[in-house]
């Protein structure tokens, strides 16, 4: 290309303009907003919740619990299932993360699109795609999200505008600014927001994805879970600059970093980037949280020295919510424990759905791909044709 700036259309040319505007103002609110932490590494503990509570946030803090549990619960059935050998394949939980998913997906519109990674599960509940479809994505059968298959990495819905699932550490980032080219190209207002870890941020597409969205102003948000940890490798380790957030600044973008402990304070950092975006000024929100289990279901995590693993039950995300509604009055023990068991009967019978759910037809394998159909080879005979007398793929 000869020049910096793309073409534009008329429309994103309107867009372009309020959003010259609407861009001091969303960087202004960025750095009311952005709880700058300067030290890279975690905190020993996450420190007293300061909010006040108001009516209309305590309803809010106890959807969010619910939803919190319920991806918890989840994904202890999915390891469980795993450990069964009713899941194959790989298998990311978030656990531990289940604030930072909640609050980052209360700032999308049902018609915004999202573009993850492999740690999808909680992204796809907190979507409300159907957990019976998801957990049967899961156990790779037909009622699966992806009809069985792409597995726990590669869910797809759009009609929940969930883009995807991706195996491929940063495959993400330049699909989600192509989306976002696309939403700014057709005039649209929906936004992007494009979640991966921190390691991801060590790829040269974070770089590209983020200078390209910069240069042409898309209505992309880039959001890392920094969860200190890339499989079993610290951040100080991997990354010169451990701060994330601070990597916009190459780039001219604004950014923030915020505690993914408590779903509130994720939300209100979500929506500002959100908004930014939406006026046409791309974004990048670091979400610090702790992992609360190995890389995968198979990690046994032995890179954690005990002391650490002692810490991690201080982080715990969901556990220090119940503590929060308990201390705060909003809820009571007995009410907690039946929303628990109401939901570890839910979850019975999500996975016997998916347990029931039939296997997909081997027939089907290339019906949702771009690749040309190719045959299994194992099962060809010396010298047999690649396609039977119909022209299909044996
Ligand atoms: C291109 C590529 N390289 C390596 C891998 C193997 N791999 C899978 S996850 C991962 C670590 C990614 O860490 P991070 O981005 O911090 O995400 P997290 O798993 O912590 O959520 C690696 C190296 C991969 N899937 N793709």
Redesign the pocket.
């Given at each position: 290309m000869s020049t910096a700036k793309r073409p534009t259309t008329k429309a994103s040319t309107a867009t372009k303009t309020a959003s010259v505007t609407a861009k001091a103002t969303a960087t202004k609110k960025v750095a009311a907003a952005a709880k700058v932490t300067p030290k890279a590494t975690p905190p020993k503990k996450s420190p007293p919740k300061k909010t006040t509570v108001v009516s209309s946030d305590a309803v809010q803090l106890l959807d969010y619990y619910r939803e919190m549990l319920f991806i918890r619960r989840f994904e202890e059935r999915a390891a469980r299932a795993y450990t069964q050998a009713l899941i194959g394949g790989y298998c990311?939980l978030n656990l531990g993360e289940e604030a930072a998913v909640v609050g980052l997906m209360s700032a999308l519109r049902p018609t915004d699109y999202l573009f993850t990674?492999?740690?999808e599960h909680g992204y796809a509940i907190a979507r409300n795609i159907d957990p019976n479809a998801i957990m049967a994505e899961l156990y790779g059968r037909v009622d699966g999200v992806s009809k069985g298959w792409g597995g726990s990495m590669h869910m797809f819905d759009m009609e929940h505008r969930l883009l995807g699932g991706y195996?491929?550490?940063?495959g993400q980032l330049p699909l989600a600014t192509g989306a976002a080219l696309a939403i700014d190209y057709r005039g649209g207002d929906d936004v992007v927001m494009c979640t991966?870890?921190?390691?991801?941020s060590n790829?040269g597409a974070f770089h590209e994805s983020l200078n390209i969205a910069q240069l042409w102003k898309l209505p992309v948000v880039f959001v890392v879970?920094n969860?200190f940890?890339?499989?079993g490798t610290k951040v100080e380790l991997s990354s010169a600059e451990p701060e994330i957030y601070r990597r916009a600044a190459a780039y001219r973008m604004p950014s923030a970093r915020v505690d993914g402990a408590d779903p509130i304070e994720v939300a209100a950092a979500a929506r500002i980037a959100v908004e930014s975006a939406r006026a046409g000024q791309p974004y990048l929100l670091e979400v610090t949280c702790h992992?609360l289990r190995g890389?995968s279901v198979v990690d046994p995590a032995k890179y954690r020295s005990a002391s650490e693993v002692e810490e991690l039950k201080l982080h715990d995300p969901v556990h220090n919510l119940a503590e929060r509604l308990l201390n705060l009055g909003l809820t009571d023990a007995d009410t907690l424990a039946a929303l628990d068991e109401a939901m570890l009967a839910r979850l019975d019978e999500i996975a016997a759905f998916a347990e029931a759910s039939a296997h997909p037809d081997v027939n089907t394998l290339f019906d949702y791909t771009y690749a040309t159909p190719v045959p299994n080879d194992s099962r060809r005979l010396p010298g047999q044709s690649l396609f039977d007398e119909n022209g299909v793929a044996r």
């Open positions: 990311h990674n492999y740690r195996g491929i550490v940063g991966m870890g921190e390691g991801t790829i879970i969860n940890l890339g499989m992992r890389h």
